[in-house]
């Protein structure tokens, strides 16, 4: 059927209008499905949005804690209660001798430290300049070798072995052996220093499992060997534990030293760097001699920890409560596109701000969430072995629930918390952040019974329980609404967080599916719309045609009578 259609021909109607009215009122039915679509679509959006912010809660918040850091790739990771550094302060009587720093597992306390060796690594030097010619282009002229010799060596160290195997030695620098050595990547660094006149020879790392040996097959018309032995044209020379002053030897191992010291009664401990970690502090050793070690509890640091997660906190459910008290304006419905063409953008703008108001008043979803963390906040916490087992044993409340206030945020006693925290600071960090058993921390929630779940719960600390009951709600909200753009950022939150979303949704969420159920009732509709429109013109021109044909009739018979001769 074409669709060009001329219609009021015969009749004088403006059947183009006519049609329009009728279809407007016909398309009617499908505004209210595309109207309910998009109240669907912002309702989405709008539990999206939530999701993000307790996400962002749940991850800004441990970040300030120190439970997560970032790595220079930019990969999240979590990291231990007993790794937090701003529980224990470390001070040193003597600071040229060692720097120390204290985390949570420290214990309060002074000892004495005894610095007796430093880690060092093992390194050689030429004794003396080592070119007899004036040119370092090339080992011929460097070093006074034939250009028929062959230089063949291998240096292995615990990381590995690199051969240096030379000939045409008119071709061959003394850098392009430095290269060689280094670009092996074995730990060992190979300098030429070209000021000097000297070859440097080390290993990277310190201790005594960083090991090197050298065995050196050259062929040399001179004599001698090129890196090792008491001719070596580089005058390689090491310095022994005495101090004094050697040839390298072929296929000799050496070592590094481990550093030595003596923590209290604990005698002789070495290790590998001069950073050692004992009783949960870590101690930079600078120089050999005795130094004493005071540790403390960070009493400010702790309190200004707690203040600045019960401030995040309080602000994630400010956020929450205004979204479930928010005012709905079922007076504003989502516009059409007809009512859009009348209205400006800032009209448009101020229509959409009311009817978009709101939406998630009173969700049941979002209540369970609130109260599933507000409850897991006020409950004690089972297994503790410290003095506190709920967080108003440290001046911590839950904010009452008052006129025009919904309640649920924290309120801090701040001298209640300080003393608590000067009291029993380990007790505090325990009611926090205690971890359930393992054999309950281990498992995936979804593998967890109903009664284990509890029961994990119930051993959590009060930081760590919000978390996971945060978590636990959140994966409802996917499930009612999705991911949107945001799953690297759930990942984030817990890398098993999109399982079961995937696994028992498909990573389609209920609000998806009911929007898929709406546009196939769209798509149904306007296949009706186009019919019903064709069914009015086809009426319409069946109207015109017979208009028509009695014009036509009309016109004979008044030619007839008007022509007969009466």
Do not use: C
């Not at 309190?303 to 709905?328: C, G, H, P, W």
């Not at 325990?430 to 995936?444: I, V």
């Not at 409802?476 to 939150?493: C, P």
């Amino acid at each position: 059927m074409s669709s060009l259609r001329i219609g009021g021909l015969a009749s004088g109607m403006d059947i183009d209008q006519l049609v329009a009215d009728m279809m407007k009122a016909e398309r009617k039915r499908v505004d209210v499905v595309e109207q309910n679509k998009t109240l669907l679509q912002w309702r989405q959006e709008s539990y999206q949005n939530l999701n993000r912010l307790v996400a962002n809660f749940i991850l800004d918040s441990k970040k300030s804690l120190g439970l997560s850091q970032t790595t220079t790739s930019g990969t999240l990771f979590n990291t231990s209660v007993n790794s937090l550094d701003w529980v224990k302060t470390a001070s040193v009587s003597n600071s040229s001798i060692a720097n120390v720093k204290a985390y949570s597992g420290a214990v309060q306390g002074t000892y004495d430290l005894k610095v007796i060796r430093l880690a060092s690594n093992w390194s050689a030097a030429s004794s003396e300049t080592i070119s007899v010619g004036e040119r370092i282009d090339n080992l011929v002229e460097q070093f006074g070798l034939s250009a028929d010799d062959t230089l063949d060596f291998t240096i292995t160290t615990d990381q590995g072995s690199v051969n240096i195997n030379k000939t045409n030695l008119e071709f061959v620098s003394i850098h392009d052996i430095v290269n060689e050595i280094n670009q092996a990547d074995i730990g060992v660094k190979a300098v030429y220093d070209y000021n000097l006149d000297r070859f440097f020879l080390q290993t990277i790392q310190t201790g005594a499992n960083s090991t090197i040996s050298i065995i050196d097959n050259s062929t040399l018309t001179s004599g001698g060997k090129f890196i090792t032995g008491s001719e070596n044209k580089l005058k390689l020379q090491y310095v022994d534990a005495e101090g004094v002053s050697q040839d390298l030897l072929d296929n000799t191992t050496y070592a590094g030293e481990d550093a030595l010291i003596d923590f209290g009664a604990a005698k002789g401990i070495t290790q590998s760097t001069n950073t050692v970690l004992v009783n949960n502090l870590t101690i930079t050793l600078k120089e050999t001699g005795t130094t004493t070690i005071k540790v403390d509890t960070n009493v400010s640091g702790i309190y200004e920890k707690v203040t600045a997660f019960v401030e995040q906190y309080n602000e994630m459910i400010d956020k929450l409560n205004a979204e479930l008290s928010a005012k709905r304006y079922s007076d504003y419905k989502p516009l059409t596109d007809e009512q859009r063409e009348e209205m400006s953008e800032k009209q448009i703008e101020m229509w959409e701000e009311k009817a978009k108001s709101g939406l998630l008043k009173n969700d049941m979803l979002l209540e369970k969430m609130l109260r599933s963390m507000r409850e897991g906040l006020y409950e004690a916490v089972a297994g503790v072995t410290g003095k506190y087992n709920h967080l108003t044993n440290i001046g911590i409340s839950t904010e009452g629930y008052a006129s025009g206030s919904r309640g649920g945020k924290l309120v801090i006693d701040s001298v209640k918390l300080t003393q608590a925290i000067e009291k029993d600071a380990d007790s505090v960090m325990e009611l926090l952040f205690k971890t359930p058993d393992r054999s309950l921390a281990l498992k995936s929630e979804s593998q967890l019974t109903a009664e284990e779940l509890k029961e994990k719960r119930s051993q959590s600390g009060l930081i760590t329980r919000l978390y996971d009951n945060a978590i636990a709600a959140m994966k409802d909200v996917i499930n009612r609404a999705g991911t949107g753009n945001d799953t690297e950022l759930y990942r984030n939150v817990s890398s098993t967080m999109l399982i079961d979303f995937v696994s028992d949704y498909g990573s389609i969420s209920n609000i998806e599916r009911d929007i898929k159920r709406l546009n196939n009732r769209i798509d149904t509709l306007n296949q009706y719309l186009m019919k019903r429109e064709t069914q009015y013109w086809n009426q319409f021109m069946a109207m015109e045609k017979a208009l028509n044909q009695m014009n036509q009739q009309s016109a004979w018979l008044a030619q007839q009578f008007g022509g007969g001769g009466f």
